[in-house]
């Protein structure tokens, strides 16, 4: 935007105002673009529609894939002659390995994520157009399943390489993995996502993307332990989000000596530290070793 002086509050008020009425856009959108075209109305209008349209052209072709995905079983769900919202868990199973990914592993998270699936058994047509339309938008990626498959290939590489992006996938997962009504990860299911994440060569599914493993160490297994013997509970949102940054945190310094009592690290973590050194998997840092006082929890 130009550095030119700004219009009053008041001048701004009204050209959202003028903005909204001839764009029907809300005012969220009004303010955005807005600001990006100086406040001029006809141009931020014309940017707005610009975009409006650019959009338009692949959400057409993308409910058509969406349609060719639909099975009998699917419309028979939704009832004679009514729309096809979402697919059921076959066929969102045959379309996920349409795209090159492995159902059975981790690999199948990525595609989950792209298409804003709300269960790992369904897939919406919503999520479906409003995922692939934003990649579109990001990337421009062609509505069409030979590119789609080739961006998903991209994206599991980038699941073991960008940890940014595997934060993104890992904490997206948690919604896919619980019942609808609940707010927590039941502890068996948290325990397979976890093997898929962060599993090393001893996990039944096989390495994942990020092992939880340093050097003398393999934490995946330890946490495995500790939980059977002591955590009789769910697993809720902060739990999850929190044991990949203590994850990350033992890869870096496996004698713990990041931790103490005084951060803010869920209860099961403080437990899990304690009885860590307790078993003699990771022993005391000496008194005054760097780590725990300068290191606080993220926000996860």
Wanted: aromatic share 12%; glycine share 6%; with cysteine.
């Amino acid at each position: 935007m130009s550095s030119s002086r700004l219009p009053s509050t008041a001048t701004q008020r009204q050209k959202v105002a003028q903005f909204v009425a001839v764009t029907n856009a809300t005012k969220e959108n009004a303010q955005r673009y807005l600001r990006n075209a100086n406040y001029s109305v006809e141009l931020a209008a014309n940017m707005y529609m610009n975009d409006r349209e650019r959009k338009r052209a692949p959400d057409d072709a993308l409910n058509q894939l969406f349609d060719r995905l639909v099975s009998h079983e699917d419309r028979a769900a939704a009832g004679a002659g009514k729309p096809v919202d979402s697919i059921g868990a076959e066929t969102a199973q045959a379309y996920i390995s349409s795209m090159g990914a492995n159902i059975e592993n981790f690999e199948a998270f990525v595609v989950l994520e792209i298409v804003r699936a709300d269960s790992i058994g369904q897939i919406t047509r919503q999520g479906f157009v409003e995922g692939w339309s934003s990649v579109y938008l990001d990337h421009r990626i062609p509505a069409d399943p030979a590119h789609h498959r080739n961006y998903v290939r991209m994206c599991i590489q980038n699941l073991h390489q960008n940890p940014a992006y595997f934060k993104k996938v890992y904490q997206f997962a948690f919604g896919l993995g619980k019942e609808p009504a609940q707010k927590a990860l039941e502890k068996d299911v948290a325990l397979v996502f976890w093997d898929l994440f962060l599993g090393t060569e001893s996990s039944d599914t096989g390495p994942g993307p990020r092992p939880w493993k340093s050097k003398n160490v393999d934490w995946l297994s330890a946490w495995k332990r500790f939980l059977a013997e002591k955590w009789t509970r769910s697993v809720n949102k902060d739990m999850w989000n929190q044991t990949l940054a203590f994850a990350e945190k033992t890869m870096v310094d496996e004698t713990l000596g990041f931790w103490n009592e005084d951060q803010a690290w869920p209860g099961v973590i403080d437990d899990f530290v304690l009885w860590c050194r307790e078993e003699g998997i990771a022993k005391a840092p000496a008194p005054g070793a760097a780590g725990g006082e300068g290191m606080d929890v993220e926000d996860y």
